[in-house]
């Protein structure tokens, strides 16, 4: 069977990447033909992503896979940050960053006018303060707002400019709790009772759909022939639980990197009081499915920790933290990882001290206990989500699949199989840049289904097994009644 190429862009919220997928008929494979940085940019006291210069980066990588001859391309970014376009279709200001802090306050305000009940019953989503209804919400009456004509997704906006083309793609549009997942549509009454236009949000369409062929001047500038522009899950996380390897029976997933998303796959959403009190949320899946899960503030802790020590001209050598923190005493100290102060940027050793002061325990006084204390404060959170997803969906998971960067740290997935008590199957790390291709994959005809797909998976990737250790259990009981005590997550 002949090979087909695929280009996946895949946006972080630390770096993107533009990767050529290889799809032979039986196995898939990704290469990266070009990473580039992807960090908000602070001006007067905002900050902002720049989507000129990931255009230009994208355009840039695109031209690398001129000899390839790729069949089709797809964006996928992290969620809940959006464009506002004029009726021109030109772009009003740089869109914010979800760490911008325009948005304080701004949740609490928003419950005081539409209920955070009724919020949820029509969108079934968590309440984080980043998300894009809050932001909206806090950009009401400011001339931004008033001119625009259309709203985008960030992965939308990219498509746009490759195709012409202005719609939403399903799973980030659900990401933005101005959406309905049961009606799929835009939570009309939710946007109007808040004083949001409604106007501004355009079609939805689903994962798989065609939006038609790159623009000739974008093709003829990067060396590419004719080819097709396809919406993958255009949220990442969509895009790698795309990827999971999951065979039939009760699993879950974490995607772990910046942020950590731990959930099940259902084929309904649920809306019920249950999860509205446990803070889960649901978003879009490809194929119709929908990720019941909860964000989880991930290795940004980690990331934003080595930031300051290299600024400080300390070592950050991530095999030599991993290493460290294995030598180091167990549970020595332990964080809510979610907690508020742990979002915006800036100084992480201390604020994680400070949250050991706060709560009576040692601070970490090495990186390796500091790189301790956040794979262990993680691990049980994982614990605590995953209890939780088994208690709304009545199925208790049986495996825990990692998928993503953090499915490379060994220590992490024993950690969370120790604290989880079950196996942890580790792999893909592409499984983002994977799923972006097997959902172009399906669309171009050459991969049937969803089943089909995670098959093609199976074959195709190295994955790493790790089985609880019977004798740690207690040691993770204990630790997770002591962060309990410490205060709610």
């Known amino acids: 069977m002949t090979k087909e190429h695929y280009l996946a862009i895949d946006l972080g919220a630390g770096s993107g990447r533009v990767m050529l997928g290889r799809f032979d008929g039986s196995t898939i494979g990704v290469d990266e033909l070009h990473r580039f940085p992807n960090t908000g940019v602070e001006v007067l ?11 230009a980066e994208m355009c840039r990588g695109m031209g690398a896979a001129s000899g390839f001859k790729p069949v089709s391309l797809g964006v996928d970014t992290w969620g809940v940050d959006f464009a506002l376009l004029d009726r021109d279709g030109e772009l009003i200001r740089n869109p914010h960053h979800y760490r911008d802090g325009g948005t304080a306050g701004k949740m609490a305000e928003a419950l005081g006018v539409v209920s955070r009940e009724r919020i949820f019953e029509c969108t079934g989503l968590q309440f984080m303060e980043i998300n894009s209804l809050f932001q909206l919400f806090a950009m009401k009456g400011g001339p931004a707002l008033e001119r625009a004509s259309s ?10 400019w490759f195709t012409g083309e202005r719609v939403c793609e399903f799973t980030d549009a659900t990401t933005s709790q101005c959406y309905d997942p049961r009606r799929r549509d835009w939570a009309h009454s939710v946007l109007k009772a808040l004083g949001i236009p409604t106007g501004i949000f355009g079609e939805v369409v689903d994962p798989g759909t065609d939006l038609g062929a790159l623009r000739r001047p974008v093709a003829e500038a990067c060396g590419l022939p004719a080819m097709r522009v396809t919406a993958p899950g255009t949220h990442d996380t969509a895009s790698a639980v795309a990827a999971v390897p999951a065979r039939h029976g ?6 772990s990197g910046t942020w950590s998303l731990l ?14 009190a446990k803070n889960f949320t649901n978003e879009g899946g490809v194929c119709r499915t929908t990720r019941l899960l909860k964000n989880i503030c991930g290795l940004w802790l980690l990331e934003e920790c080595r930031r300051e020590w290299s600024r400080h001209g300390m070592g950050t050598d991530y095999a030599e933290l991993l290493e460290g ?13 979610d907690a508020p102060e742990f979002i915006p940027p800036g100084d992480m050793p201390g604020r994680i001290a400070e949250a050991c002061r706060r709560t009576g325990q040692p601070e970490p006084r090495s990186t390796g206990e500091f790189a301790r204390a956040i794979f262990e404060s993680l691990a049980l959170r994982y614990r605590s989500v995953l209890g939780d997803a088994g208690e709304i969906t009545g199925r208790r998971p049986e495996v825990l699949h990692i998928v993503g960067g953090g499915s490379r740290n060994g220590l992490l997935c024993q950690f969370a199989a120790d604290a989880c008590g079950v196996p942890v199957i580790a792999g893909p790390v592409e499984a983002t840049a994977a799923g972006n291709c097997l959902m172009q994959g399906m669309a171009s005809g050459r991969i049937g289904d969803l089943a089909e797909a995670r098959a093609i998976v199976r074959q195709s990737f190295d ?18 009644g002591r962060l309990a005590d410490a205060g709610p997550a």
Do not use: I, K, N
Request: aromatic fraction near 12%.
């Open 463 to 480: 994955l790493a097994h790790y089985d609880p250790d019977p004798r740690a259990a207690q040691g993770w009981e204990d630790a997770a």
């Open 250 to 255: 009760d699993w879950a997933y974490l995607s």
């Open 45 to 55: 006291g905002r900050l902002h992503w720049d989507p000129l210069r990931l255009y």
């Open 151 to 160: 709203l985008l997704m960030m992965p939308d906006l990219f498509h746009y």
């Open 263 to 276: 959930g099940v796959e259902s084929d309904r959403p649920h809306v019920t009081p249950e999860v509205l």
């Open 325 to 337: 923190a294995a030598r180091c005493e167990r549970f020595r100290s332990l964080v809510d990882v």
